[in-house]
């Protein structure tokens, strides 16, 4: 990084990369259906602005601002004036619906001032008055305000007459901002207790931003559509930052009123920015494959052939990636196929998806192996990463060049990383154990949590609760597989990492959406199922029943059985996984899981906990003789 300063602030860094690019665009945004372009210079000057105006409000040095909104270029320079003032954003979740939720979050973090969108200041009306430290709350957009509210126009107003009288005061606070002051408190989902507020500071940030370029080349002039909530460090350094210092711009998906209208707004943006780069998540990317299959399908039965076939060839020719082609002598003639099969039929699919995109970067749940072959073969990779809000939050990326299918990518440097085992102890390369790391990126602890914080960060290694192990031929590659409490264990006291079969079910299957694996030291393994209701619905319809009819129901069953045993021997995907721990019962879903019911966090990913709480009674019932028969009552009344 082009500073001065071995330990720069996100000040710094920002001043650094405004001065190189100054003139480039930074942030698209579609405002009242055009697409602006905001500069590099601009976007510094818009967060200096809100600066003195938070400062001309009062805002004082390490006081914490809670920042709630749709992804938007208000929300970044928001992020840089509460930061160039010295404070500490809090970002919240637009996401957030429940009142406790919000409550928690304002209120644990002290709070003085809220900033929030249009499509969230009713939220914020509805809890303020229990919110006793919070002085005001400032409207991002120009609508009617109530008692403690202002707009954010009229901040940059304060700000502007800020700097023509008091000038040496911005400067003054801007410049005793250090490396080690917090510069944001992420909080975690709560899924079990109340949710830990993740102290972040400004070195975590930078540091971690060095550590992602050791790993991921960016393009100058790329562009990057963010779909993922930018309270989110992820999005954040991933996103935000990491562009920003490859002179890169990002745009975010226009927002709606609910997160309905944004998912509809996705493909739009996707074909109107037509990006090089796009940050997203697996249940996103399972979403895009089904649409792109859905379309080949009804181009024809020769096209779907040949469709079909040329995944085959190419991934095949892929292999694992980074032995791609190899050995040439035996694959030498899948390459022309490939090219071939490429022009007719996935370089179309790709001009559908803008043309230009160059790969994902995939984050959140883990990614099965299936779908990273798949999006590698029609052309548009999908590099999985790993990390969490606690490490800032990358610890290690697949990127172009330098990947391997089924791994989490390679480890960014510099970073300090083992293998422990449950004594805390070292294990050899290629032992599955807990993923420990230390480096300037690991957070600096658990706001008002110091018990918590000692839990996680011993001697300076920061415990990530996440199995994995180092890749035995190239050690630089780490492979996560799974959370240490997601495992399962049997009766016997085996332990085992559901998360594979998991996604393998979700991703393989088009009558199944989402699964979860259960064994508590029970008797045996059940799997609880979230049905493709259309799709099953118009498999019986062919076969002549009727869905709703209990014998279209039972068939129904009997499909989602007969796709959990082709992972049995003698299935399509025998051998895939255990034996020992594939499902001997079916629940199936009557409520899907959504953000809305908890049982999904903000980025998609499935909340186990929240599930295994919600479904009880029907797990409990699954390990009865009643309940492990397939066509149970239950079972048949949730494909109602």
């Known amino acids: 990084m082009a500073t001065d300063n071995k330990r720069p602030t996100i000040i710094d860094f920002v001043n650094t990369y ?100 249009e499509s969230q200041i009713a939220k914020v009306r509805r809890v303020i008055d229990r919110c006793p430290a919070v002085e005001k709350v400032i409207v991002i957009d120009d609508i009617d305000l109530q008692d ?124 109107e920015v037509r990006p090089e780069v796009m940050l997203s998540v697996p249940a996103l990317s399972r979403s895009f494959r089904k649409s792109f299959e859905g379309a080949i399908k009804k181009k024809g039965p020769k096209v779907e052939k040949l469709y079909e076939f040329g995944l085959k060839n190419a991934i095949a020719y892929n292999r694992e990636y980074y032995n791609a082609g190899k050995p040439c002598w035996k694959l030498w003639w899948r390459k022309p196929v490939k090219s071939v099969i490429d022009k007719l039929v996935f370089s179309k699919i790709r001009e559908g998806f803008g043309g230009r995109l160059k790969f994902f970067v995939g ?111 190239n050690p630089r590659y780490l492979y996560v597989t799974g959370r240490f409490k997601s495992l399962l264990i049997s009766s016997d006291g085996e332990k085992y990492s559901p998360e594979g079969f998991e996604d393998s079910l979700a991703d393989g299957s088009k009558y199944i959406e989402a699964s979860v694996l259960y064994n508590n030291q029970s008797p045996y393994t059940v799997v609880l199922v979230v049905p493709n209701k259309p799709v099953l619905a118009e498999t ?32 399509r995907h025998a051998g895939l996984f255990p034996e020992k721990w594939l499902p001997a019962a079916i629940i199936v879903a009557d409520t899907p899981f959504t953000e809305q019911n908890g049982m999904l966090n903000t980025t998609a990913k499935m909340v186990r906990g929240k599930v295994e709480k919600f479904y009880a009674d029907r797990i409990e019932y699954a390990m009865t003789p009643d309940g492990k028969q397939l066509m149970n009552e239950k079972n048949i009344k949730s494909l109602e």
């Open 18 to 117: 405004a001065a190189r690019f100054a003139d480039l665009t930074f942030l698209r945004e579609k405002v009242d259906g055009v697409w602006t372009e905001t500069s590099f210079a601009a976007t510094r000057e818009r967060g200096r602005t809100l600066a003195a105006g938070f400062m001309s409000l009062g805002l004082g040095k390490g006081d914490k601002v809670a920042l709630i909104s749709e992804g938007r270029n208000e929300w970044i320079f928001c992020e840089l004036g509460i930061l160039h003032a010295g404070a500490v954003n809090v970002p919240l979740s637009f996401k957030l619906e429940s009142d406790q939720d919000l409550l928690f979050r304002i209120n644990h973090s002290d709070s003085r001032f809220v900033i929030a969108s």
């Open 148 to 271: 403690k509210e202002m707009h954010l126009k009229d901040i940059y107003a304060m700000g502007e007459e800020f700097i023509k009288d008091r000038a040496a005061e911005l400067e003054e606070r801007i410049a005793s901002v250090g490396p080690d002051d917090y510069a944001n408190i992420s909080y975690t989902s709560g899924t079990t207790a109340d949710p830990k507020g993740i102290l972040l500071t400004h070195r975590n940030y930078t540091a971690n931003v060095e550590q992602c370029r050791s790993v991921v080349k960016i393009g100058e002039g790329w562009t990057m559509l963010i779909i993922l909530p930018l309270d989110h460090c992820f999005a954040h350094v991933a996103g935000f930052y990491v562009m920003m210092s490859y002179g890169g711009s990002i745009a975010t998906v226009p927002g709606g009123k609910n997160a309905v209208t944004m998912l509809k707004n996705i493909p739009i943006a996707i074909n």
């Open 363 to 473: 984050g959140g749940a883990l990614l099965d192996i299936e779908l990273q072959r798949y999006f590698c073969a029609i052309g548009m990779p999908i590099f999985q990463g790993y990390g969490l809000s606690e490490a800032t939050p990358v610890i290690c990326a697949n990127s172009m060049g330098h990947a391997r299918f089924g791994s989490s990518g390679r480890i960014v440097e510099p970073l300090d990383l083992k293998i422990c085992d449950e004594d805390g102890n070292s294990l050899p390369v290629g032992e599955t154990g807990e993923i420990v790391i230390r480096g300037e990126n690991v957070m600096a602890g658990y706001w008002k949590n110091p018990e918590s914080t000692a839990k996680t960060i011993v001697d300076g290694w920061l415990h990530t609760g996440d199995r994995g192990y180092l890749c035995k031929e």
């Open 540 to 571: 019986v319809q062919k076969q002549g029943l009727d869905p709703q009819s209990v014998e279209g129901r039972k068939a129904q069953l009997q499909i989602l059985q007969d796709e959990v045993d082709s992972y049995r021997a003698g299935g």
